[in-house]
Nanobody, 121 residues
């Protein structure tokens, strides 16, 4: 079994910062790309940022220059540093990872349970 567990969400004022973490655990042979998505009420889930195993990154235009994705391969963990937060960043943030589980025949996409980020004064 593979599990992704997120942490770090909460309530923050506009202009503030939060750091999200997502740790993968279980019978993991290898992890490829990792990413953060978000879903605001009444909207579709959207990609926020992604990072390859080698560290190449890409970002949604609205978060470029404010958010930074990083990962620690030794800890099977991905992070999202969010600075200069805006009310429109309010959403449930989900971690995603493409994982080859031990004993599996394929790569599969796994998801965390989500963590709420609320930006409000």
């Amino acid at each position: 079994q593979v599990q992704l567990v997120e942490s770090g969400g909460g309530l923050v004022q506009p202009g503030g910062s939060l750091r999200l973490s997502c740790a993968a655990s279980g019978s993991i042979f290898s992890i490829n790309a990792m990413a953060w998505y978000r879903q605001a009420p009444g909207k579709q889930r959207e990609l926020v940022a992604a990072i390859t195993r080698s560290g190449n990154t890409n970002y949604q235009d609205s978060v470029k220059g404010r958010f930074t994705i990083s990962r620690d391969n030794a800890k099977n963990t991905v992070y999202l540093q969010m600075n200069s937060l805006k009310p429109e960043d309010t959403a449930v943030y989900y971690c995603n990872a493409r994982i080859f589980a031990t004993g599996s025949l394929h790569w599969y996409d796994y998801w965390g349970q989500g963590t709420q980020v609320t930006v409000s004064s």
